[in-house]
């Protein structure tokens, strides 16, 4: 593994069905975010993590729960997917919270929801 | 609210040069970050300013105004590869990003 990585790379979906996109990363960056990017809107966040074991909750969080367990993982589960959900979902991460560290993003995983 | 404006698509000509705008309104300022994202692919790195001034990277050099709440992103000697969208993003007083919706650039021979 180098970086971040994503899976799946796109999945189509049932609504009202159960989701859990999974994010990895081998860079040991305490920081991990979840955003959403649909077409004319800029990328959105979801959920974020400073370091492992604690979350937060971005700017869109409805109908989305993350966990961070341990340094490298962070999934972001759809309890009860909505068309509404349909987006492309990209994971990132970064060495600090703050600071000049920059986010660096996985490939991103392109969602919809039928 | 929190509000990045760019426009949403310019044109250029292979081996000119193009500056694209970024205007910010947040609640709080903690640095502006500038990235590139090819169609399909993920946003990718480009620039960090957070004083007042002028940063030069190669080709890409990048401008910030905190004063104006405003920077810009100039491309030189345009290479067809440089056809993508280029999202302005600022670090606010809780050290979250916000983000524009990213100015598409389309590059012609």
């Known amino acids: 593994i180098a970086g971040i990585t994503q899976a799946p790379t796109s999945q189509i979906l049932a609504a009202g069905r159960r989701m859990t996109l999974r994010c990895t990363q081998d860079m040991r960056h305490n920081a991990m975010y979840w955003y959403r990017q649909d077409l004319g809107l800029g990328l959105r966040l979801i959920h974020y993590s400073n370091t492992a074991g604690t979350t937060g909750k971005g700017e869109v969080p409805d109908g989305y729960s993350v966990s961070r367990a341990n340094t490298d993982d962070f999934p972001l589960t759809l309890a009860s997917a909505v068309p509404s959900q349909t987006s492309v979902y990209f994971c990132a991460s970064s060495g600090l919270a703050g600071g000049p560290d920059t986010q660096y993003f996985g490939p991103g995983t392109r969602l919809t929801v039928l | 609210g929190q509000n990045i404006d760019q426009p949403t698509e310019m044109t250029a000509t292979e081996g000119a040069i193009v500056q694209i705008n970024c205007t910010y309104q947040t609640s709080g300022f903690n640095g502006l970050f500038w990235y590139q994202q090819h169609a399909g692919e993920a946003p990718t790195f480009l620039s960090y300013n957070v004083l007042d001034g002028l940063e030069e990277k190669g080709r890409f050099s990048s401008f910030l105004s905190r004063s104006k709440g405003y920077s810009y992103l100039l491309l030189k000697e345009l290479q067809m590869k440089d056809s993508a969208s280029y999202l302005c993003?600022?670090?606010?007083?809780?050290?979250?990003?916000?983000w524009g919706a990213g100015t598409k650039l389309i590059i012609k021979p």
């Open positions: 993003a600022v670090r606010d007083s809780n050290y979250q990003l916000i």
